[in-house]
């Protein structure tokens, strides 16, 4: 009965593994992406002295943002 247990609890992190690569998910770039992005955003429409901040830090997040989606390919 041991035996079984613990050959179906290594089969199930095998599917959990393979369905984990297969699935499309942020990873940690996107995920920081995301967030500059959000600050850029936000730097850009409060600070309007700073608009060029607020511009190169959205360009940033979308950067990352790329470079995660191209990591995932």
């Known amino acids: 009965m041991k035996e079984e247990f613990k050959t ?3 089969e199930v992190k095998k599917a959990k593994k ?4 297969n699935d499309i998910t942020f990873n940690q770039k996107m995920y920081i992406g995301l967030v500059v992005l959000g600050a850029g955003i936000l730097i850009a429409i409060l ?3 700073a ?3 607020g511009a ?5 997040g979308i950067g990352l943002i790329a470079w995660g989606f191209i990591e995932q390919a």
């Open 8 to 10: 179906l609890r290594t």
């Open 18 to 21: 393979e369905a984990e690569q």
């Open 47 to 49: 600070a309007s002295g």
């Open 51 to 53: 608009g060029a901040l």
């Open 56 to 60: 190169v830090t959205i360009i940033v």
